[in-house]
């Protein structure tokens, strides 16, 4: 049926976690998101080979009570309320010391990784 393969389609369309290392976490987090040279901004080490295990299923250091990365739920990901600038976020919207903030189509990448599950790929 076609509504299966565009299912598949989708599935298969989702950004993996190296694109976005590459294409967002080391051109805009890594500076202050690592553990070279400094402690990690936030506790949470975003440098290649880091950044799944400091976001997927972790609780944010920030703020109590909210996880990093939820799989299938960007909307609850508190990485996505951090990107966006939601409301009650504690502190100030991601990258601080970057690019003013990320493209809509940056965000739109994270959101649809981890709606996708939030896979190590």
Known sequence: SSSLAVGMLTASAAPTLTQ??????????VSCHTDVGRTPSGGTNLK????????????????PGALRVIP????????????????????????????PFLTDAQV????????????NS
């Open 108 to 119: 739109t990448m994270i959101r649809d990784w981890i709606a996708a599950g939030a896979p």
């Open 48 to 63: 290649p080979g880091s950044s799944f295990a400091a976001l997927v299923n972790v609780a944010s250091s920030g703020k």
């Open 20 to 29: 976005i290392q590459a294409q967002i976490f080391d051109p805009g987090c």
């Open 72 to 99: 299938s739920n960007p909307n609850d990901s508190y990485l996505v309320q951090k990107l966006e600038g939601a409301a009650g976020i504690v502190g100030g919207r991601m990258p601080r010391n970057g690019p």
